[in-house]
């Protein structure tokens, strides 16, 4: 026997009962991955035909690669296996990738300032 509803369903009702990062997670027009790509390219000096879904082990485009996956993490608010189905990587390879850049902002005053700029170039 299903439960039977009183009244008709409000959605607003429901927006009220969530929090606002909800909204900056599942916003309607996120952030493009693209330009987070182009901004990344640019400022690590890489090829515009570089692709950061291959599997190149080179240290600068793995740099790149570690940054823009940490970008879109905290820019777009995605989840590790979105975000690794996008740049053809395993969940576990995101969260690394996240960690490195964590660890080297704040071991390093010049990176963190380098990773807030393309933030900001992003957003």
């Not at 395993?90 to 700029?117: G, K, M």
Request: net charge positive.
């Amino acid at each position: 026997m299903e439960p039977e509803l009183i009244g008709q369903f409000d959605p607003a009702w429901l927006v009220t009962l969530m929090s606002p990062s909800f909204f900056l997670r599942h916003r309607a027009a996120p952030l493009d991955l693209d330009r987070i790509r182009d901004v990344v390219r640019l400022e690590f000096r890489l090829p515009a035909n570089t692709d950061f879904s291959k599997k190149d082990n080179r240290a600068h485009i793995c740099a790149g690669r570690h940054v823009a996956i940490y970008l879109v993490w905290a820019l777009c608010g995605w989840s590790f296996p979105r975000i690794g189905m996008s740049f053809k990587r395993d969940h576990s390879t995101v969260i690394h990738s996240c960690n490195v850049v964590a660890r080297r902002t704040r071991q390093n005053p010049q990176f963190a300032r380098l990773v807030e700029r393309l933030m900001a170039e992003c957003r």
